[in-house]
């Protein structure tokens, strides 16, 4: 599988999930999912959500690396490698709207730029 679109799709057809039933547990509408598995949305802000919710490891998720992973405990140990913040959780970050998640991002970014600078 060389896109994130099949990953995602394999992943949740493997857990017997429709796009509905994955939509909801991620807090997302169907239709997001629909656009995730036809490629016409490339990048997702709910890759973590999606990972946790299939049992799958985001990095094979999102860029084939590694193994597609089975075990909630698995994932779990991989997720606290893969999320870089101590005292945000992704879900508190991916229950924001749009407009407050890219504040957090352009915030960040200034941040970020100043601490380089």
């Not at 049992?55 to 690396?65: D, R, S, V, Y």
Request: net charge positive; proline share 3%; hydrophobic share 35%.
């Amino acid at each position: 599988m060389k896109t994130f679109a099949q990953r995602l799709l394999h992943a949740r057809t493997e857990r017997g999930y429709t796009q509905l039933q994955l939509a909801k547990l991620c807090g997302v509408s169907q239709s997001t999912i629909a656009s995730y598995e036809s490629g016409t949305r490339l990048h997702t802000r709910h890759l973590l959500s999606l990972a946790k919710n299939l049992k799958t490891n985001p990095l094979w998720l999102e860029q084939g690396i590694g193994p597609m992973m089975s075990t909630l405990q698995e994932a779990d140990k991989n997720y606290s490698q893969f999320w870089p913040f101590t005292r945000v959780s992704p879900d508190e970050l991916y229950q924001l709207t749009d407009q407050q998640l890219h504040l957090v991002e352009s915030v960040l970014q200034t941040l970020i730029k100043e601490l380089k600078g």
